[in-house]
Each structure stands twice: as C-alpha cells, then as structure tokens.
C-alpha cells in the first residue's frame, strides 16, 4: 500500500525559513549574543553612552571619536552593551550601533 504524502506551502516554506535560520547561526553571522568576550572597538563618531536602550535614557559619558571602547555584547539591531572608563571609574551602558564603523 502506497502513503502519499502532501505538504502545504506555508509549511514548506516554513521549514526554509528555519533552515535558514539555523544556517546563518552555524556559521557565525546569526547570534552575535554568542561571544560574550569583551571586543575593543573604535568609536568612529561622537556618542552618547546610555543607562537603558531609549533615546530618553540618563546619559552616562559622552564617547568621543577616537575613544576606545570595549563592546560586551550586541544586543539589538540597533544597540550595544559597552564598558568605557569615564575618569576614575567604569562606566557600563548602552550605545548606538552606528557609533561605530560597520564591523559586524
């Protein structure tokens, strides 16, 4: 006896687009929350080291261009955790991913 079997649309492309998903975490490009080393960056423009991921967040220190900063993890599309040295202290926030020239 013969078993046809029938898949829909919606599911085969939801089975690509998974399969996708775990292709881009493979190879490195997909989870960036992975690597949870500190990696040394430049700032490449002047920002703003925020306490929260809003733009009306309380400013913690002001990253001038050329500052080196030790990015901890990214967290959005659109933010990074960072550590800079303000003075005497360390500072830890969240910055702009656009402070910095496209690396990841």
Same mark, same amino acid.
């Given at each position: 006896?013969?078993?046809?079997?029938? @898949? !829909?649309? !919606?599911?085969?492309?939801?089975?690509?687009?998974?399969?996708?998903?775990?292709?881009?975490?493979? &190879?490195?490009?997909?989870? #960036?929350?992975?690597?949870?080393?500190?990696?040394?960056?430049? %700032?490449?423009?002047?920002?703003?080291?925020? &306490?929260?991921?809003?733009?009306?967040?309380?400013?913690?220190?002001?990253?001038? #261009?050329?500052?080196?900063?030790?990015?901890?993890?990214? +967290?959005?599309?659109?933010?990074?955790? %960072?550590?800079? !040295?303000?003075?005497?202290? +360390? @500072?830890?926030?969240?910055?702009?991913?656009?402070?910095?020239?496209?690396?990841?």
């Amino acid at each position: 006896m013969k078993k046809t079997v029938r @898949v !829909s649309f !919606s599911g085969l492309l939801a089975l690509t687009l998974l399969g996708g998903c775990n292709a881009a975490r493979e &190879d490195g490009h997909g989870n #960036s929350r992975a690597a949870n080393t500190p990696t040394e960056r430049t %700032a490449a423009v002047e920002c703003i080291l925020y &306490d929260g991921m809003k733009k009306d967040s309380p400013q913690l220190a002001e990253i001038k #261009s050329g500052m080196k900063v030790q990015v901890l993890d990214s +967290v959005d599309a659109y933010f990074v955790k %960072a550590r800079v !040295s303000n003075g005497d202290k +360390v @500072v830890t926030g969240y910055m702009y991913r656009t402070c910095f020239p496209k690396q990841w």
